[in-house]
């Protein structure tokens, strides 16, 4: 994800720490939006665990095989069921869960203030579209005739702020480390622009810095063409 990358300890706590010990767990393999595993030879799975981890074989190069995940969510999708657990200790659970279905439903920390629908699987009719996906600025078009939580597979940052049609609106934390804003039924707008006070008074401390520097720098320069 942009900026912070995988640092944050709530998306290590998913991952099972530094051991990485819930690397292969389907869930959280959809969640992260892992279409493709690349492994070596020596650790081929076998129909078993393709079944378990809804994995296709694409290729085998001799040393490594290509498997392609079978159950990936896209990157940013709507869900219209929700699950709420305040407890950050018990999300991570949740989500691991084999009896939760990450595609249809979302752990949020909060409320998100919108009924859930009883069948989410009933749901027809719901677009998602990434318009423009940088650094500090992601906008994606919604349409959907429910509303719903659009979560995107990027790591949740106090930072990261949310706008819906212009309007800012709470970013969730979503499925233990992501993002979630809710979404009213109809087409919309969303902008997620990552805004920092740190970021923006280091720049301004950078700029007067250039700027001082560039005072210095000309004043030597008069100085130095000044007849004596």
């Known amino acids: 994800t942009s900026r912070h990358g995988n640092e944050p300890r709530w998306f290590y706590s998913l991952l099972g720490g530094t051991e990485m010990r819930n690397t292969f767990n389907p869930n959280l393999m959809s969640i992260t939006n892992t279409r493709y595993l690349l492994l ?9 665990d393709m079944d378990s981890f809804h994995l296709t074989e ?3 190069t001799g040393r490594y095989r290509v498997y392609e995940n079978l159950n990936v969510s896209p990157r940013a999708r709507f869900v219209h069921n929700f699950i709420v657990e305040p407890d950050e200790k018990r999300v991570d659970a949740i989500v691991l869960s084999p009896n939760f279905d990450p595609k249809n439903v979302a752990v949020v920390m ?30 994606i078009s919604t349409r959907s005739e429910n509303d719903g939580l659009l979560v995107l597979a990027d790591n949740w940052y106090p930072a990261w702020k949310g706008f819906v ?10 499925n233990g480390a992501f ?17 920092s006070e740190t970021q923006r008074l280091g720049k301004v401390l950078t700029y007067s810095g250039l700027l001082v520097v560039g005072l210095m720098i000309g004043c030597s320069q008069l100085m130095e063409r000044k007849p004596q």
């Not at 070596?40 to 078993?48: E, I, N, V, W, Y």
């Open 110 to 139: 909060a409320d998100p203030g919108f009924v859930p629908m009883a069948d989410s699987l009933q749901v027809n009719g719901d677009l998602v579209e990434i318009d423009s996906y940088e650094n500090d600025r992601i906008v």
């Open 179 to 195: 993002r979630g804003v809710v979404v009213p039924a109809g087409e919309h707008e969303v902008e997620f622009a990552y805004i």
């Open 58 to 60: 694409l290729h085998n």
């Open 40 to 48: 070596p030879q020596a650790s081929q799975l076998s129909k078993k």
């Open 165 to 174: 049609d212009g309007a800012e609106v709470e970013v969730l934390r979503t």
